[in-house]
């Protein structure tokens, strides 16, 4: 009996170890279903959401557009401008009541471009909201159609207004505003919902500023539309997010503090968001039912194995249930995506069964032939749509029983009239094209027309156009010209007032069919005109400048142009379009007043001159005396060596006070004898800093500041350092201790109106100082010479008279601020002198190299002096060095002397100005005789005495007379070592 119990208890065991083993592989049998079924769920939910979210984002989005091109149609429409030029209210209120398209525009108005409505579809119409105002004004701004804001109407409905210029040939622009009701149009359109859902809700949202404002009504709570906002800082909230830029499905926390499932998507050419979600709960709701289902099962299947065919076939239903209703659905979204995208094609489209009638018509169709949808179907098509012929008023054969006999796309005659239901006429095209069922026979007709009406008004509309911007040119003062970029500037177009201007009709100058316009720039200003507007385009930029013309009758006058280059998108490449205007009597004006500003700066010059004569003559009286104080003294019987050599001493200084004094005044007078030549002054600056910081002492620190990209200027260097240390002495001077000096550079533009300088590029040179600073009568003085705020202190008072003459000489202009105890600031304009010059390219042959003298005792000199007591002392100068001289005492005598000397003449050293032919000719012709002798030029003459026989070229050996003979030695030995 124990045997029995033990087999029983162990196929108890068994059994029990079996029916774990069954229960666990149910369970994970039912877990694993479990997991397949949610996925596939809330995937299929998922799809769902993105289907109808992209069919509502789609119809909003065709709403809209459909919305403006309403505006535009109606805008553009014939019948409406006649109203409105007729000024008959009641021919533009029945114009008005058709643009509602039967209701679907709560109201029709007329209104001007500063908002008062002109006229409207009923006789009392509400106020313009401020948002329908925004939109006009931007209508007006733009010429483009605009959707305004939607706004709240006193009785709570929702509004929302399309404005469109009305094109036409008005007396004053009027804008078309179609007010339409979103309550009624719109928001059923974005609530409507595919099947039955509890929880499930599309809503329109946009931003508004740090918040995104809910545009629909919702379905959950009781707000008014516009009225619910929320903050974008909700990171989980779907309407933020949507607002933000996120698209597609997302899964959040809504306006309710409900978690639900959205999709998010933006409303194409709008600022406008739809958000289709569905509560999480609802999601999973199916979800946990299923749970639910496979837990029984389960248990069933664990209780009762019986059941388990009939769970598999329950599960095999379900399976097809699922399958019918994703057909259902796909069968849903695509009749609902074949009907938004049919009513909201911005043409007419009207589509027939096989025997030619009326299946269904879209909006456009609807109001361009007078019938409605109900009304229609089923009716013949030639009872619905009448066309006749434009010419001949003949009637049409309808299109559709081509399509249906031929079963081929027609396309509908030229010149066609579309004969609407109430009368109207309509001029129609586009096609016909056959429906092919499965068994590619033609099941019906679509046929697709567009009204023509708006393009033939554009057409007139363009003309008109073009016919006002002409009579506002020819209004325009001055003469609007269009030109190409060619050598002469081949004008395309010039306004009427081109005769009064040029003494030319503008037919004569377009494609210079008689002249240039280039032709009529004075000669003397052609080049700087091109420059001018070539560096301009260069920049990108518009430019402004003065030049004269030469008109028909040989008159000249001054006129103003002001332009810029543009691109012509038809042509492919830039043209020039700008104004000239004639400025010859502001110029003459101008002119006059400089005469007496010149005259007034004379009379000042006279004064300075004056006070300068007085400093001269003191300086050389005392120079003089001592000269011959002392060549007395040394003439006297029993005078000592040692008396002599003092006296001697005393007149080699004089000496060289009285040139230095020289040297001063020509600096002042801008007489100086300088080589100019196109520099950098960042760069040579830069490699006085040092010479320049020991000028101003240690106590006193430099801050050198260098532009950027600096243009050329045309000077000497040795100018700019004598400038530069002038300066650095005067700014000592002022400062006393310690303080601090700024040099700056910079490249400037002046406009003609600057007070000081003519028009045009410079370069900017300022040094500023930290010193006591000058009051408004010592800016009046600083540049006299002579004159200096320290009296106690001698040699002084040339420091910036000089400065001012070596601007002058360079064509420049100085500026100076000032305020006692706030330092000073001077400010040198130079002109910009063109572009940097290439290196010139190396000589294909070497040039002829000439033997290097050893010694001075070995090298032979061609001395050329017209002066004899010069020549003589030259000669013995160079002779007492060591060196050969061969003296002449014009350039005759050079050149036999030349031609007779056998051997080699190592150097030309010759006076610059001299009677028959100067230096530079003399030069040039003993150059070509002898091509490896170098040359050195001297002169006593001023700078501008040189310019008359011509200015020295840069990097010219040159020797300013006086000179002593360490200065003569040492210039002779430089040219020599030189390659």
Known sequence: MSDGLAISRKHQYLWMASFIVAACVMLMLGVLVYQTDRVQILKSRTQELTAIGTLKAGEIADWRRERLADAIRFARGPTLIRAIERDNLADLRLMLSVNRKGGIYADALLVAADGKILGSALESPLPLPATTRRAIAQTVATRAPTLSDFYEQVDGSVHIDVAAAVSGATKELCVLVLRCDATQRLHPLIQAWPGSSPSSESVLVRRDGEHVVYLSRLRH?????????????????????????????VSGIDYRGVRVLADLRAIPESDWFMITKMDAVELVGSVRERALTIAGMVLLGILLAAFATALGFRHRQAGLYRTLYHAQRDQFTATAKYRAILYSIGDAVITTDSEGRVVQMNPVAETLTGWREADAQ???????????????????????RRVLSDGKVTALVNHTLLL?????????????????DDQHAVAGVVLVFK?????????????????QLKTL???????????????YWTMQYLSTNCRSLTGYDAEDLIDNRQRSYYDLIHPDDRQTVWDTITAAIKRGESYTLEYRLVTADGTVKWVWERG?????????????EGVIHDVTARRLAAEQQAELDEQIQQTQRLEALGRMAGGVAHDFNNTLTVIIGNAELIREPGTTDEEREASL??????????????????GFAARQTSLPRSIDLNHTISNMTEPLQQALGPKIQLAWRPGEVLWPVLIDPDQVTQVLINFADNARDAMRGEGTVTVETANVHLDGDNGFAPAGDYVRLSFRDTGCGMDTVTQTKIFDPFYSTKPDTPDTGMGLAIVYGIVKQNRGFIRVSSQPGDGSCFALYLPRHGQPEPAPAAPATPPPVAAPPATPAG??????????????????????????????????????????HPDIIHLLLTDLIMPAMNGSTLWDTLARERPSMKRLFMSGFTADVIAQHGVLPAHTPFLQKPFTREQLGAKVREVLEAE
Request: aromatic share 2%.
């Open 451 to 467: 009204d023509q009406t708006a393009e033939r008004a554009a057409e007139k509309a363009v003309l008109a156009s073009e016919q």
């Open 859 to 900: 090298t032979t000199i061609l001395l050329v002096e017209d002066e004899p007591a010069l020549l003589s002392l030259a000669r013995r100068l160079l002779a007492g060095m060591g060196y050969t001289v061969l003296a002449a005492q014009d350039p005759t005598e050079a050149l036999r002397l030349a031609r007779s």
């Open 473 to 487: 040119i020819d209004n325009v003062p001055g003469v609007v010209f269009r030109c190409g970029l060619d050598t």
């Open 564 to 576: 810029c280059a543009i691109g012509d998108p038809a042509l492919g490449k830039q043209m020039l």
């Open 221 to 249: 709570q009781s707000h008014k539309t516009m009225v619910l906002k929320q903050p974008l800082a909700r990171v989980n909230l779907p309407a933020a997010l949507a607002v933000k830029g996120r698209q597609g499905i």
């Open 420 to 436: 609407a239901r109430d009368g109207k006429e309509y001029p129609i095209a586009d096609s016909a094209a056959p429906v092919i």
């Open 649 to 666: 001493t005393a007149i080699l200084k004089a000496g060289q006070h009285a040139a230095t004094l020289v040297k001063r005044l020509l």
């Open 378 to 400: 089923g009716q013949l098509l030639e009872t619905v749509f009448r066309i006749i012929s434009e010419t001949t008023r003949e009637e049409i054969a309808s299109p559709v």
